[in-house]
């Protein structure tokens, strides 16, 4: 390994390292050094000889501390050489079999420069394959007399393992990496994700550290599946005593979904590039950020969850027959089975048609048709062009598709396959219950008129900000004299007035910060985080005030309100909308969850109800029992 590298001579067994034992070349590569790679056959020996490479360094942030935790040093080869980056480097390292060698180092180069650079108690991070690991033979005296000639400890060096192949030797390199631990180097795994056995080289190895694939991080505040996957791997990590290292964060609010789900330290382009200098601090907006304490709302995506429900929930396996056999070996199997409807006619696993026991038995019970056809093959009654439908494609696909085409498909049902290939049936009456389903659910998380999220994500919103302890308000809109305007307009004229208060709730919050559900009907609840959200309610009463008569005919605009009946049927004058507001003020040593939080706002919204016009109620007998 690279840490048993002496300051001017190497101990390899390798003919090639000799060469390096007299190098007179400076540690890092001089810009005036003049490389041309396209005129030289041993331009990476000259690379190796020459030791024409240097390190870069990217910080790792601690984000709880809002401080720079660490870098991981990246090598690069000459600047004015295709092997300037190292995914060339190592490509042509593994073509010529120099890998060992150039591995080596590149290691030795990125602890010499992070030495020259060091400021106190910052980590380096450095890369090593579990292949070099394993073939390195450690002396404990050589390692630790090179690490302290460049005034470094071993506590200062954590040791980055990429797992590149499917066929590690796991025990052995257990063994290798006990061996430095030993010593008081850390471990730290890279790319949790991407690798073909992570989960089991995380179990065997027993990292430090464990870095999640930048591919997980990218959008993950718009795609649910990554953040459940990060929000797994970050519980995993909590029980077996890691840290997580979320890779490649670049925006705003991937950072902030990663500081929600509680992630020790991040790494990527928003904190820093890879430099060849070391930097000093957190950006100030990112520090900023960080020291907020608020939880970021971010886009619920479980509707589009339920979008990406496809066919393969539906397939049922059909034995199927081929294209040859005889109509009397179909009736026997249609009598044999009652329950049997359909049945698929495949050949060599390509789907050729479909029989229907209806349409079958039909034409075969006529007159003398036994006696013509049960002799002949059964393509003579199946249907040649049957529905054939991807197990990949999506449900509301499907759904939209059958409807569009003759009823029969929907009675018949389709046949599934798997790239061409059969693999079972779908039912019509299998479609209609998942699309249903569906539909229920996607209710219960969004309202269909604003498509707002509904009480289950606002239920699921809360409770994460009372797990965060954030101290945040609660406010509860209801529409007043809604329901009048409602009987005398008829619905499509009240689902206006509904869509504009959705309107201007969103236009009155800070999206990243702010929360706003439609509970249902005329409805609404707004989680704030912001300070200043008293002035942003009295703020949108102000707009609703003078938006809501436009919403009336001229004749009761100009009356001030509608006359209809009330409930009894008496008849009454009713003013124009307007808006009550019950809030409180959430703490988490008061509510236990959002149930308690659920309880306390409505009791704040009966009271504002009993307002006249445009009101707002705040609980604060909470606040002072507190």
Known sequence: MLIAFKANHMNFESKFIEKLGAWGAPSFIDDSWQFNDSVQEDYLEQVITYRLLSGVFQPIVDISRIEIFGFEGLIRGPSNSRLHMPFDLFREADLKNLTFEVEHLSRQVLLEQFSMLNTANKKLFINMS????????????????????????????????????????????????????????????????????????????????????????????????????????????????????????????????????????????????????????????????????????????????????????????????????????????????????????????????????????????????????????????????????????????LSDMITELEPHHLANGFIITDNGRYIGMGSGGDLLKEITQMQINAARYANPITMLPGNVP????????????????????????????????????????????????????????????????????????????????LELMKVLEKDIPAFYDLNDRIKGGIETEDRTGKKMFFPFVSISVGVVRIEASQFNSHHDVSSAVNGAKKQAKKIAGNSIFIERRLASNA
């Not at 030797?169 to 990496?177: D, G, R, T, V």
């Open 130 to 397: 579990p292949a070099l690991l394993m073939q390195s033979k450690l002396d404990k005296g050589e390692t630790i007399a090179f690490i302290h000639r460049l005034g470094l400890k071993p506590q200062d060096l954590i040791i980055e393992i990429t797992e590149q192949n499917p066929t590690l030797e796991y025990k052995l390199l257990s063994q290798a990496i006990e061996k430095y631990r030993d010593i008081g180097f850390e471990i730290a795994m890279d790319d949790l994700g991407e690798g073909f056995s992570s989960l089991r080289l995380w179990s065997e190895i027993k990292p430090n550290f464990v870095k999640i694939d930048k591919h997980f991080v990218r959008d993950i505040h718009q795609d649910q599946v990554k953040f459940e996957f990060v929000r797994s791997i970050q519980q995993i990590a909590e029980n077996s005593g890691a840290k997580v290292i979320a890779e490649g964060i670049e925006t705003i609010e991937e950072l902030e979904v990663i500081k929600d789900l509680k992630i020790s330290f991040g790494q990527g382009y928003l904190f820093g590039r890879p430099e060849s200098h070391l930097v000093k601090s957190v950006p100030e907006n990112i520090a900023s950020l960080l020291a907020k304490n608020a939880v970021y709302v971010y886009q619920n995506s479980t509707i589009s969850l339920q979008n990406r429900a496809n066919v393969s929930k539906l397939v049922r396996y059909v034995t199927p027959i081929k294209s040859n056999t005889i109509n009397d070996h179909v009736i026997a199997l249609f009598e044999g089975n009652p329950q049997l409807k359909i049945i698929p006619v495949v050949d060599n696993d390509k789907p050729v048609g479909l029989i229907s026991r209806y349409s079958f038995i039909d034409n075969i019970v006529r007159p003398y048709r036994r006696e013509i056809y049960g002799k002949r093959l059964c393509d003579v009654f199946m249907d040649k062009n049957p529905l054939l439908v991807e197990k990949s494609m999506s449900l509301k696909v």
């Open 458 to 537: 606002i239920s699921e919103h809360i409770d994460r900000l009372l797990e965060a302890r954030i101290v945040f308000h609660v406010c509860y809109f209801d529409l007043d004299n809604f329901k009048p305007f409602n009987d005398a307009y008829g619905f499509r004229r009240g689902d206006e007035v509904i869509k504009y208060t959705a309107d201007i709730l969103k236009k009155s919050v800070t999206q990243q910060y702010d929360f706003v559900g439609h509970i249902g009907g005329d409805d609404f609840i707004v989680v704030f985080q912001s300070d200043d959200w008293e002035k942003r309610c």
